[in-house]
């Protein structure tokens, strides 16, 4: 599909995020904390930017899971939401997603700021059942406005262990939730970066990682069911 790759080059070509970050002396600093910058590319090691960014989704998935045991409501169900989550942790399919998708390390503070604009639609809430699907399609749709260059949808479904036609559908109803608000400031970049950082330095321990069935093309979607009453949520946190 190429209806993002058509609204990234109208869009902002000439202001990509990767001048930002040369050009940007006022966060030079926390870029190269997070990894964004071109020094951090000399460092072998996966980028922190991924680390913190699982931490904080495993924190509110953890938030809004303690709610729904104790309020014993749910919110909306979409077709993000599996019949069961991955084995694999938030922050190992982050790295995986890393390390084959060869995206920016841009892409993934991208990516949180999308992942708050849709939750705050006010009728989704992060959980284990959502959170890697809404993961992999904002990090691909970050890829797609954000790099030069960055993989098909087949591949990212690969990637992702959904099917290629299941990853068309979550794009499509990714951007039209977010009205195809796309373009992401430099200062609201910043924003985020710091956020991530000053979070990330108050992040109490993770009580249990998420775990529930295996990462291959039968993850089944429970596709967009009726969900049941609303409750508080916590999201990204993001612009």
Not at 110 to 136: E, F, K, P
Request: with cysteine.
């Amino acid at each position: 599909m190429n209806i993002t790759q058509e609204i990234s080059q109208e869009a902002m070509n000439s202001q990509m995020l990767s001048l930002a970050l040369e050009t940007d002396a006022m966060g030079s600093e926390i870029y190269l904390a997070l990894g964004l910058s071109e020094l951090s590319k000399r460092i072998p090691e996966a980028p922190r930017v991924l680390s913190l960014v699982s931490l904080l989704l495993e924190r509110y998935v953890q938030k809004n899971e303690k709610l729904i045991e104790t309020t014993k409501r749910r919110g909306t169900i979409t077709i993000f939401h599996g019949l069961g989550a991955p084995t694999l942790s938030i922050r190992q399919y982050i790295e995986r997603i890393f390390k084959y998708s060869s995206c920016s390390p841009s892409c993934f503070v991208v990516a949180h700021i999308y992942l708050d604009r849709y939750l705050q639609r006010g009728d989704v809430y992060l959980t284990s059942l959502n959170v890697h699907r809404l993961l992999i399609t904002s990090v691909m749709i970050a890829a797609k406005f954000v790099d030069d260059a960055f993989f098909n949808n087949a591949y990212y479904a690969k990637v992702g262990g959904v099917s290629t036609a299941e990853m068309n559908r979550l794009e499509m109803d990714f951007l039209f939730s977010l009205n195809f608000r796309l373009h992401v400031t430099v200062d609201a970049f910043r924003r985020n970066c710091i956020q991530l950082e000053k979070e990330a330095s108050n992040a109490y321990p993770i009580e249990r990682p998420i775990h529930v069935c295996g990462l291959n093309e039968g993850w089944q979607s429970k596709g967009e069911a009726e969900g049941g009453a609303k409750f508080q949520r916590f999201s990204c946190g993001a612009v």
